[in-house]
T-cell receptor, first 115, second 112 residues
Framework: DAGVIQSPRHEVTEMGQEVTLRCKPI?????LFWYRQTMMRGLELLIY????????DSGMPEDRFSAKMPNASFSTLKIQPSEPRDSAVYFC?????????????FGSGTRLTVV | KNEVEQSPQNLTAQEGEFITINCSYS?????LHWLQQHPGGGIVSLFM???GKKKHGRLIATINIQEKHSSLHITASHPRDSAVYIC??????????????FGKGTHLIIQP
C-alpha cells in the first residue's frame, strides 16, 4: 500500500483565493482525519469522517473551511477565501476500526502558504 | 477536552544516552499514541498503547492508566533519533474513534 497520499505537497496562494487540499486514505480504512499544524498551536484536529460521513467538525475554524468525502478513497479540504493566518501544514490521516485497536497512518502533509 | 502535557519541551543529549520523554493527560482515554516527526515534516506513528508496555527496537513506551501518565524511552540514543516526539491521546467515546488530542511535542537532539 502506498500509504495515505496527500496533494499537493506545497501550495502558495494569494489571499482571497480558493484552496483545495486532497487526500487518498489507505484502502480499507474507515476513518479519515484532517489535522492542521502551526508553530503556535501545534497539531489540531479539524474534522473527521467515519465511512465517508462527517462525525465531528467542531475543530473547523470557521465557515471558510469545508471538507467532503464523496467516497471511501477520496477527501478534500477547501478554504474559500484563504487568509494569511491559514498558513500551516495540513495533514490527513486514516485509521481502521477494529474493536478498540485503532492504528493511525499519516500522509506527508500539505504545506500551505497564503500571501 | 483532554489536556496533554509533555516534558521536557526540548532535550539535547549525547549519543548513547538513555532518553526519557514524559506525557501526562487530564481525563480518561481509550488509547495513547507516540508519534515521531522528523525535520522533513512527515509524521510516523511509533506506538499505540492502552495499557502496560510496548517495545520496538531501541524504543520502549509505557503507560500508567491510574496515574494518567506515559513515558517514551530511547536506549542507546543515536543522532538519527533526533526528531520531535509527540504524545497524542484519544478520549473515551461511545463506540467510535475520536480524533487525537496532541501534546506540544518534545524536540530531541542527539549529538554525536
Amino acid at each position: 500500500d502506498a500509504g495515505v497520499i496527500q496533494s499537493p505537497r506545497h501550495e502558495v496562494t494569494e489571499m482571497g483565493q480558493e484552496v483545495t487540499l486532497r487526500c487518498k486514505p489507505i484502502s480499507g480504512h474507515d476513518y479519515l482525519f484532517w489535522y492542521r499544524q502551526t508553530m503556535m498551536r501545534g497539531l489540531e484536529l479539524l474534522i473527521y469522517f467515519n465511512n465517508n460521513v462527517p462525525i465531528d467538525d467542531s475543530g473547523m475554524p470557521e465557515d471558510r473551511f469545508s471538507a467532503k468525502m464523496p467516497n471511501a478513497s477520496f477527501s478534500t479540504l477547501k478554504i474559500q477565501p484563504s487568509e494569511p493566518r491559514d498558513s500551516a501544514v495540513y495533514f490527513c490521516a486514516s485509521s481502521s476500526h477494529h474493536r478498540w485497536n485503532y492504528g493511525y497512518t499519516f500522509g506527508s502533509g500539505t504545506r500551505l502558504t497564503v500571501v | 477536552k483532554n489536556e496533554v502535557e509533555q516534558s521536557p519541551q526540548n532535550l539535547t543529549a549525547q549519543e548513547g544516552e538513555f532518553i526519557t520523554i514524559n506525557c501526562s493527560y487530564s481525563v480518561g482515554i481509550s488509547a495513547l499514541h507516540w508519534l515521531q516527526q522528523h525535520p522533513g515534516g512527515g509524521i510516523v506513528s511509533l506506538f499505540m498503547l492502552s495499557s502496560g508496555k510496548k517495545k520496538h527496537g531501541r524504543l520502549i513506551a509505557t503507560i500508567n492508566i491510574q496515574e494518567k501518565h506515559s513515558s517514551l524511552h530511547i536506549t542507546a540514543s543515536h543522532p538519527r533519533d533526533s526528531a520531535v516526539y509527540i504524545c497524542a491521546v484519544r478520549s473515551h467515546s461511545g463506540g467510535g474513534a475520536d480524533g487525537l488530542t496532541f501534546g506540544k511535542g518534545t524536540h530531541l537532539i542527539i549529538q554525536p
